[in-house]
C-alpha cells in the first residue's frame, strides 16, 4: 500500500499533549535530568510533552504570547494539561533589575489572565496547574550576578510574595498548584534543589517531577497506549491492527 493511500485510509491519530510554559525553568527542563525530559519520557506513546519555556520572561511577556501558542484551532481541543511557571523574573528587584520585575498585584493579575484565557479556550481549571517559583539561595545567585558585573538582583523573601500570590490565585481560580517556594525550603538546606542559587539543580528537578505528577496523574492516567504494542500487530494483515480495518 503506498503511504499517500495508507494516510488516506487511516483516520489521523490525535495525539494528546502536555503544554509547558513558563521562563528559564521550564526552557531548560528537556536537558538530561530535566523535569520536562523524566514526565516526556514517563508518558512517551501515550503523550507528547512540549515545551513553551522562555528564558529571561515575566508573566506581562507571557499573557501576550499566550494566544499565539495557544488557540482553538491550535492545540487546544487535544491538550490535556498545561504548567504556568513564571515569577522567578517577575520577582527580581525593580531598582536593579526593572527590565524583568513586575509589581506584585499585576503578577497576580497576569496569571488570572492567563488562566481566563485557557479556559475561554476551553481548557478547563481542572487541566491548568500553576507552580510557585522556587526559593532563592541568595550567596550562591549572589555569586554568579557578581561575575556579571551586578549586585544581587534577587531576595528570597520577595520571591516568597510572589510564591504566596501565586498560590491564592489558583485558589481563587480553582486550579491545582505546585508551591515550590515552600515544599523546597521544608528541607532546611534548600540549596541542594538549586545549580545557582535560582534554577534547578538535578535533585529539584526530580523534586519538582514528584510534586508535579501528583497533580498530572489524574490527567493522564487514564489515556490509552497509542498504536498497538509491536507482539499484537498481525503481520499477516498489519493494516487491520495499525489502520482500524477488518
Not at 499565539?68 to 491550535?74: C, D, E, F, Q, V
Not at 515569577?87 to 536593579?96: F, R, V, Y
Not at 487541566?127 to 555569586?143: D, F, G, M
Not at 505528577?213 to 504494542?229: D, I, N, R, T
Amino acid at each position: 500500500m503506498a503511504l499517500a493511500e495508507a494516510g488516506t485510509r487511516g483516520r489521523l491519530l490525535r495525539w494528546p499533549r502536555v503544554v509547558l510554559f513558563g521562563d528559564s525553568i521550564t526552557e531548560h527542563c528537556f536537558q538530561d535530568q530535566g523535569w520536562g525530559a523524566t514526565l516526556a519520557n514517563r508518558l512517551v506513546r501515550k503523550c507528547d510533552v512540549v515545551n513553551r519555556g522562555f528564558s529571561g520572561y515575566n508573566t506581562r511577556w507571557a499573557k501576550l504570547i499566550l494566544p499565539r501558542l495557544i488557540s482553538k484551532s491550535a492545540g487546544a481541543e487535544s491538550t490535556v494539561a498545561v504548567t504556568i511557571f513564571f515569577g522567578a523574573n517577575d520577582s527580581a528587584l525593580k531598582d536593579l533589575n526593572p527590565k524583568q520585575h513586575v509589581p506584585l498585584e499585576e503578577y497576580a493579575a497576569n496569571l488570572k489572565s492567563m488562566v481566563q484565557y485557557l479556559k475561554s479556550v476551553d481548557i478547563t481549571e481542572d487541566r491548568i496547574i500553576l507552580i510557585t517559583p522556587p526559593p532563592l539561595q541568595e550567596s550562591a545567585w549572589e555569586k554568579e550576578c557578581l561575575a556579571k558585573g551586578d549586585k544581587l538582583n534577587r531576595r528570597n523573601s520577595v520571591t516568597g510574595e510572589y510564591a504566596k500570590a501565586c498560590v491564592q490565585v489558583a485558589r481563587d481560580c480553582g486550579t491545582a498548584v505546585v508551591d515550590l517556594w515552600t515544599l523546597m525550603q521544608k528541607n532546611q538546606d534548600f540549596s541542594c534543589y538549586l545549580s545557582d542559587g535560582l534554577h534547578l539543580s538535578p535533585e529539584g528537578n526530580n523534586f519538582l517531577t514528584a510534586q508535579l505528577w501528583g497533580c498530572l496523574e489524574k490527567q493522564v492516567s487514564a489515556l490509552p497506549f497509542l498504536l498497538p504494542y509491536w507482539r499484537d500487530v498481525d503481520a499477516a494483515s498489519p493494516e487491520g491492527s495499525l489502520l482500524g480495518e477488518p
